[in-house]
């Protein structure tokens, strides 16, 4: 039996390494987003690519979906190698089964908010938002004293309200934020983005040091022509080339943001150490993002925990009814996982989308809590068929049964992870009514599934025993789930609303100047000072 299954194994093992690579091409896709939605998204691709394989799998079987599909040729193959090399090599050349993937893909990317994400970091450091001390010019002077010209060092900067000065001060932005850049080089946790994209920073390096000879030389002719008696057609003109300058200055600025989002993405671990990043290197008014974090950790100590009742469960009943309890064990594994995906997506919803969500004031939705639930079914009972992959049925009862339970009990958690919208603490009896209301739902599912004739067979089991444990043992899991994620769902929003107001509060307090030291084991710009 195990060596029927080997193929099927093989296989899904390849569908996942072609669709991580599919994902991560071009390998820019990695440093356009946070790590945590870059590694969920990606995982959820997969997962979808796997799911696409276990379908194709399955319909493959039968002739008319080979000829669908124009694999015919390979007829004699067996199916789960036909389906891989439709996803693979022949992906291409199979215009359906392309748009279906290409649309996953689309999705997926966008779920991760590639390039979204980094598009969005760029355009939030803006040229006006960004410092320059004191203590930054001194540093620079002595840095690149004579790197660039001997006049170099007398167009830097901290500060300029008008004419020359604030052309020298949009110079000194522009010179800070590469100086900046190029010490992440220096750094372990940048060093693997540097050298990944090594030809495209030195195309930037070349480009950022050609402007800046090229500004050292026309700040020192206006410097020069400050003297020049003019007149209203000599101020025209002046400030026709401030304009310009400022336009080149800005130009270059935004090339060295959109790459510096890029690095902070790509080598910051979250969140909070990415605002940080920003704000020593001289963005002290970035905010970070209000977005809560997925309670990918709480979620997982309540997977352990439904496994661990459900492998407590199973042995009772095996025991009352003499059935072999490895069966079991692996029905509870199924059961959990599905669950906590099912879970999981329910949550996920509900952070990113506002139509699952309601505002405070606003009605609850329950038509979106529906969908959710609806959503969520369909996907736990995905999960289910995984198990089956390499039977000879792909969607049993059992896989109903498990679709229809989660997307009921997410139904419910969805209406209760909404209930209180309010920016404040729940009353202590919401969440036991939450945790009760859970399990009622799921008592309900069960009890209309034994009537429809759904329920699973129990051998040696009285009617009254199985009709007993089929609705309670389900609902006391129910009860358990209910009491813990909508209140896992508002921590993660409290945390969120915490972390940017304590955030908030850090930016309100004037910081102390940064030291800038020399960056070790890079370089400075060779410029031949005789010339």
Not at 455 to 470: F, H, R, T, Y
Request: proline fraction near 5%; hydrophobic fraction near 50%; charge should be neutral.
């Amino acid at each position: 039996m195990a060596s029927d299954k080997l193929p099927y194994v093989a296989c899904a093992v390849l569908i996942a390494i072609y669709a991580w690579d599919r994902f991560n091409t071009p390998l820019s896709n990695r440093s356009s987003t946070l790590r945590a939605l870059f590694w969920s998204s990606c995982f959820g691709y997969v997962l979808s690519a796997l799911a696409l394989f276990g379908v194709l799998s399955f319909l493959l079987q039968a002739a008319d979906w080979q000829k669908l599909l124009g694999l015919g040729g390979q007829a004699s193959l067996p199916a789960p190698l036909i389906a891989t090399l439709a996803m693979t090599t022949l992906l291409p050349s199979i215009p359906m089964l392309k748009r279906v993937d290409s649309w996953l893909l689309a999705f997926f990317l966008d779920w991760g908010a590639i390039p979204a994400e980094a598009r969005r970091r760029a355009e939030a450091m803006t040229p006006s938002s960004f410092t320059v001390t004191a203590a930054d010019v001194a540093a620079l002077s002595r840095s690149y004293d004579g790197g660039y010209g001997d006049t170099f060092t007398e167009h830097l900067r901290e500060k300029g309200a008008a004419g020359l000065k604030r052309s020298e001060y949009r110079f000194s932005r522009v010179v800070k934020l590469y100086d900046q850049i190029r010490r992440l080089a220096a750094e372990a946790r940048y060093r693997r983005f540097f050298v990944e994209t090594g030809d495209e920073f030195a195309t930037l390096e070349r480009q950022i040091e050609s402007f800046m000879r090229r500004a050292v030389t026309s700040l020192d002719g206006v410097a020069r022509s400050k003297g020049v008696e003019g007149d209203a057609a000599y101020q025209e003109l002046t400030a026709e080339w401030h304009g310009r300058f400022a336009d080149d200055c800005r130009n270059h600025f935004i090339l060295l943001v959109r790459f510096l989002a890029r690095a902070v993405l790509r080598s910051e671990p979250g969140e909070a150490e990415i605002v940080a990043r920003l704000r020593a290197i001289g963005f002290a008014e970035i905010e970070p993002s209000n977005a809560p974090e997925f309670p990918l950790n709480s979620l997982t100590v309540l997977g352990l925990g439904i496994f661990a009742y459900l492998v407590v469960t199973t042995i009772w009943f095996s025991y009352r009814s003499h059935a072999p309890a490895g069966v079991g064990l692996v029905v509870a594994g199924k059961i959990t996982l599905a669950r906590i995906v099912s879970l999981g997506f329910t949550l996920w919803l509900l952070q990113q989308f506002t139509l699952f969500r309601r505002e405070p004031g606003d009605q609850p939705r329950y038509f979106a809590y529906l969908i959710n639930g609806v959503l969520a079914g369909a996907l736990a009972a995905g999960v289910g068929v995984l198990f089956r992959v390499g039977g000879d049925v792909l969607i049993t009862v059992e896989e109903v049964r498990i679709g229809l339970l989660s997307g009921i009990l997410c139904t419910a958690v969805a209406f209760c992870c909404d209930d209180w919208s309010e920016n404040s603490s729940p009353p202590r009896w919401l969440q036991p009514a939450e945790a009760i209301g859970c399990g009622l739902a799921m008592a309900a599912g069960t009890a209309l599934l034994w009537f429809a004739g759904l329920a699973p067979e129990m051998p040696n089991v009285s009617p009254e025993l199985g009709l007993a444990a089929w609705i309670i043992l389900p609902s006391a899991m129910a009860t358990m789930i209910g009491s813990c994620v909508p209140h896992i769902y508002r921590v993660s929003r409290c945390t969120a609303a915490a972390r940017r107001a304590l955030a908030m509060q850090q930016a309100a307090v004037p910081a102390q100047e940064p030291r800038l030291l020399p960056i070790p084991g890079v370089p400075l710009p060779h410029v031949d000072k005789a010339a």
